[in-house]
């Protein structure tokens, strides 16, 4: 089955640690994405890559920080510097352009950090 | 950013009752997208309709877009406990390279 698959689906840290979440993508898709989601806040858009080894800050960047070294991989570090890192994390993927005009995505069932 | 904002922010209604809820967007746009979540999963999209049509069905579901007015309007017709979720309108970036989310509409249907 093709989808996206983020881990670990619940994650707990200390203050003061960088954490890593992964996403994997077997769908073929050239774009991916990572969103946080917090109560009443709706999804605000962390980190996007359209491409291997590139990739472009969304709206909450700060404290946060991903690589792209493969199509199928888009993994995002929480780093110390992310003030108030509890939230729920999404990860998505797309294709680029397409029929349909612009990236409908396609969204894995996401990754809650809670900071102790 | 560009973003839509979902009204109301909560919706609840009886089992076989119509939900209407609405989006507002700011600048002009290729396509307007929606998107449904059940607590603590992901997002799943639901239909998109671009900016030349004005009207769009899938099932259950039937969107409406007025560019004049910025406005979009998802109704879920026939309701049911299944359809208990928040819902989501999105579009896209200044570059159109993502896509920037409301704050969502939660809908509860209760049986």
């Known amino acids: 089955d093709g989808g996206i698959t983020q881990s670990p689906k619940y994650l707990f840290r200390k203050e003061g640690q960088n954490v890593t979440l992964s996403c994997e993508q077997n769908l073929n898709h050239d774009a991916m994405y990572w969103y946080r989601q917090d109560p009443g806040q709706g999804l605000r858009l962390i980190y996007y890559s359209q491409i291997v080894n590139d990739f472009q800050k969304g709206d909450i960047a700060e404290g946060y920080s991903v690589s792209r070294e493969k199509k199928e991989s888009f993994p995002l570090t929480v780093t110390s510097a992310q003030k108030n890192p509890t939230a729920f994390y999404l990860c998505a993927s797309s294709i680029v352009g397409g029929s349909m005009g612009a990236n409908v995505l396609t969204f894995g069932a996401g990754s809650r950090l809670t900071v102790l | ?111």
């Open chain 2, 1 to 111: 950013s560009q973003q839509g904002e979902e009204d109301p922010q909560a919706l609840s209604i009886q089992e076989g009752e119509n939900a209407t809820m609405n989006c507002s967007y700011k600048t002009s746009i290729n396509n307007l997208q929606w998107y449904r979540q059940n607590s603590g999963r992901g997002l799943v999209h639901l239909i998109l309709i671009r900016s030349n049509e004005r009207e769009k069905h899938s099932g259950r579901l039937r969107v409406t877009l007025d560019t004049s007015k910025k406005s979009s309007s998802l109704l879920i017709t026939a309701s049911r406990a299944a359809d208990t979720a928040s819902y989501f309108c999105a579009t896209g970036n200044q570059a159109g390279t993502a896509l920037i989310f409301g704050k969502g509409t939660t809908l509860s249907v209760s049986s």
